[in-house]
């Protein structure tokens, strides 16, 4: 299948910092790629779909500037949770698609911890 | 929109019991579906696909699926479960859109008795 990595798998910060998680299409150009949060023991709920060279379109009540998404080459998309606080603590997943079938590849995720 | 439902959250099973993990989706035409699993701390890991064809699907770890238009059901079936098998359970769909969009369901937590 299709190689999605993630950097970091994991990661404490403190209050107020700044975090940034980079997602990788290590095989193949990914135009999209997906960004997606968990909490333990829920489903994912994507939170942006990320296009190269263009800005990343988030969903209802992700807030933009507090998650910022670039795109900016065809492997490498990168979410940065801005003045991180203890309710960002969460799985964030990413995901790349191929084809017009929907069909996603998911990365291995990030557990980020905001103390 | 299209949205999935997983009716259990929870099932354990015997190992070496069968077992059907249930999927019910809502969408207008024929979707795109699919089966995921993810295992603690770990991303997910595609089990199979339905796109069109034959509605019997075959996927890893020996898991198949059928796709039953009339009940709008995507279930996950195995003849034999093995330890290995215990993780998190996820179906998802597809609108065929150009967004490449998926919904999830809510998930199934499969327990695996020795």
């Known amino acids: 299948g299709a190689v999605v990595s993630q950097h970091p798998s994991w990661v404490i910060c403190k209050s107020g910092t700044s975090v940034k998680i980079e997602c990788r299409s290590l095989d193949f150009q990914a135009t999209t790629m997906f960004w997606y949060r968990q909490f333990p023991k829920q489903s994912l709920m994507l939170m942006a779909t990320s296009n190269e060279g263009s800005k990343a379109t988030y969903e209802q009540g992700v807030e933009k500037d507090k998650f910022l998404i670039n795109h900016a080459s065809l492997t490498l998309s990168t979410l940065t949770v801005t003045s991180a606080h203890p309710e960002d603590s969460s799985f964030y997943i990413c995901?790349?698609?191929?084809?017009?079938?929907?069909?996603?590849?998911f990365g291995p995720g990030t557990r980020l911890t905001v103390l | 929109a299209q949205s999935v439902t997983q009716p259990d959250i929870h099932i354990t099973v015997s190992e070496g019991a069968s077992l059907e993990l249930r999927c019910n989706y809502s969408?207008?035409?024929?979707?795109?579906l699919f089966w995921y699993v993810q295992s603690p701390g770990q991303g997910l890991q595609l089990l199979l696909k339905?796109?069109?064809?034959?509605?019997l699907v075959q996927g890893i770890k020996g898991f198949e699926a059928e796709f039953k238009r009339s009940q709008s059901s995507f279930n996950l079936r195995k003849p034999s479960v093995h330890w290995s098998d215990a993780a998190e359970y996820f179906c998802a769909v597809g609108a065929g859109n150009a967004g490449n969009m998926l919904t999830f369901g809510g998930g199934t937590r499969l327990m695996v008795k020795p």
């Open positions: 969408y207008g035409a024929t979707p795109y």
């Open positions: 995901s790349k698609s191929r084809g017009g079938h929907n069909e996603q590849f």
């Open positions: 339905y796109f069109s064809g034959d509605t």
